[in-house]
């Protein structure tokens, strides 16, 4: 029987695992899926907002292919640091796929970067969905005035967090802390800015319109900052989500603001040039930029503040270095052929990659599939060799022998009877627990 251990539970770990299991190829194949945290759904847990219901039931998709028989999940499983290295890992199995993600954000790279009250878009992603590696217990929502910087997906969603009422997120799975901050929250604007044009901003149309429907907050664009635009006056000859949110956009100028007691503010041809502030910060510092006839954007020398007391970048992300993998610093990936990891050139004989780690923070949840397919491909082709290779006996046996405890699926299952107990103790629905201790209990002990 060929064993593979999938390293990440996030779509594109499942994904893979979904696809080794599927195979007519290798007719044996067995997978773990190990996961350094206890719960599994990697991004879709807790990256995904709170009110974003449609694509957090994504979680039954994956749930289906974890409780595939030949299946297994395993939480609790750090891998890399010691002592499960990557050469050991690869002594337990005939093939290890690392799925394991881009965790590191970008920075700014401006003067104020790192003033109290400037934070990363991640760290109040991980805060709001009780990702238990949190180090934060509260953000600045005592300010009036919160800058996101970054016009993506992840930007929308905290600048939609921080405008709408905690009210409407009672019925979700926020922890409880962070529901009782938002409803506390003083904030009535939401400035969102972009150092680029409308037709060039990362958002889809679909996140972009659903900030018009939060019921407290008006949306207000500035039509002059969107006629710097060069496709703005006619964008017919756009791609089609571009085009589809400079025609929302269009449309949203020519309304009058509602009057309601929050804004959120989308600005666009602005770069950061630093924060101000001196024990805190208070103001972003923006450069003007105007179009450059190549795409991208060039400063023009005129400043402008932005008053704020809560500053969340959201520029991207970046893989980091997993110990005892090879690593490219500038592209943030693993080096590899077709996901067959490479070191010194040549593939590694049983490592592979799969995800972000193996192309970079791009594409959406779905795009995680084909990728997935295609390093699973690489992998079958290479069965005969695969099983070839000696490997230990019962893996698990193996990992308890090191001192770890790995969190099986029953234990999730106990993890998420405890979040819904939890939610029926607080007059909700099912609520997170944030912290690794009540993780670790409740999978012990329910």
Not at 13 to 34: F, H, I, K, T
Not at 209 to 226: H, I, K, Q, Y
Not at 274 to 294: I, K, N, Q, S, Y
Not at 373 to 390: F, M, Q
Request: glycine share 10%; proline share 9%; net charge neutral.
């Amino acid at each position: 029987m060929l064993r593979v251990a999938v390293v990440g539970s996030g779509p594109s770990g499942v994904y893979a695992a979904q696809a080794l299991v599927q195979q007519q190829a290798v007719p044996e194949v067995a997978v773990d899926v190990l996961d350094r945290l206890p719960c599994p759904y990697g991004l879709v847990r807790y990256g995904v907002a709170p009110d974003h219901e449609k694509i957090k039931s994504l979680q039954n998709t994956l749930r289906a292919v974890l409780e595939h028989p030949r299946i297994s999940f395993l939480g609790n499983v750090p891998v890399g640091p010691a002592p499960l290295v990557p050469e050991r890992l690869l002594g337990l199995y005939h093939a290890v796929v690392y799925c394991v993600g881009a965790a590191a954000d970008r920075r700014l790279g401006v003067p104020g970067e790192d003033l109290p009250g400037s934070f990363s878009a991640t760290e109040f992603v991980s805060w709001y969905s009780a990702h238990p590696d949190s180090a934060i217990d509260a953000f600045a929502l005592g300010a009036r005035s919160a800058v996101v910087i970054g016009v993506g997906n992840v930007a929308v969603d905290v600048a939609r967090v921080l405008a709408r009422g905690a009210e409407e997120l009672r019925a979700t799975d926020v922890p409880h802390a962070a529901l009782g901050a938002l409803a506390a929250s003083r904030i009535t604007d939401v400035h969102m800015v972009g150092r680029r044009g409308p037709s060039q901003a990362k958002f889809t149309t679909k996140e972009l319109r659903e900030l018009a429907t939060l019921t407290g907050a008006d949306v207000l664009v500035r039509p002059e900052e969107l006629a710097l635009d060069p496709a703005f006056a006619d964008p017919s000859g756009l791609p089609g989500p571009g085009r589809r949110n400079v025609e929302v956009l269009r449309d949203w100028a020519r309304r009058a603001p509602a009057g309601r007691p929050r804004r959120i503010h989308l600005r666009f041809f602005l770069r950061p040039a630093a924060l101000l502030g001196e024990e805190a910060v208070r103001a972003v510092r923006f450069e003007r930029t105007a179009p450059d006839g190549t795409g991208s954007v060039v400063g023009t020398g005129e400043f402008e503040d932005v008053p704020a007391e809560l500053v969340l970048r959201s520029v991207g992300y970046r893989g980091v270095p997993l110990p005892g993998l090879p690593f490219a610093a500038d592209s943030g990936t693993v080096p590899h052929e077709r996901g067959r990891v490479l070191r010194g050139g040549a593939p590694s004989p049983g490592e592979y990659v799969a995800g972000w780690i193996k192309r970079g923070p791009t594409g959406v949840i779905g795009t995680n599939r084909p990728c997935s397919k295609e390093t699973v491909a690489s992998l079958l082709s290479d069965a005969d060799a695969l099983l070839a290779r000696p490997v230990a006996g019962d893996p698990r046996a193996a990992l308890s022998a090191m001192g770890l405890e790995p969190v099986e699926w029953p234990g999730w299952l106990r993890i998420e009877a405890a979040e819904a107990a939890l939610g029926r103790t607080l007059g909700r629905a099912r609520v997170k627990i944030p912290d690794w201790p009540g993780l670790l209990t409740a999978a012990r002990d329910g």
